[in-house]
């Protein structure tokens, strides 16, 4: 994969970019450059975004059902997903996890099922209220491998919305 194959996405977020008159705005969008490409994946609770977004990543298909077991934090069924969380591929084979105002913090699988099990807690009983993204790096070896690591590439899950878990509704 090579930046070439991105450059159309690069073009769109110029002419986005372009399209805020707000300064503050215009600089956050900004700073995204550089061989970057933040997506962010909106919409009904319980469609598949968590899905798409570990597919869009390229997590192999043979770790694909335990990469999910993780992320959902123990959720057999219902939303995946409680708050805004950016997620991408590690630069090696350990998860980092960033909840915003925290430092991050290094773990194994165990260790991240017990982070989003506790970030999902804490938005269920209103803990968590911030509105910024907590950040997961996925191992590197959970990854199909690219042509090209250059292109970096952050993927936002947000909630659904109308959650079937009335919990996480306010936030």
Known sequence: MSNSNFLWAFNARQKFINKFSNESIKSFTESFKNNSVVITVSGKSQVGKTTLI??????????????????????????????????????????????????????????????????????????????????????????????????????IDLPGFNSSEPKERNH
């Open 54 to 155: 570990l597919k869009l990543l390229g997590v192999k298909e043979k770790y694909f059902e335990s990469v999910s077991n993780i992320l959902r934090g123990g959720v057999e069924k219902g939303p995946c997903t409680a708050t805004a969380i950016i997620y991408k591929k590690s630069l090696d084979n350990n998860f980092y996890y960033k909840k915003p105002g925290s430092d991050v913090i290094i773990a194994d699988k165990e260790k991240t099922f017990e982070l989003i099990q506790q970030l999902r807690e804490d938005v269920e009983n209103n803990f968590h209220k911030s509105l910024e993204a907590v950040q997961i790096s996925i191992p590197e070896k959970y990854f199909c491998p690219n042509e090209s690591d250059e292109l970096k590439i952050s993927i």
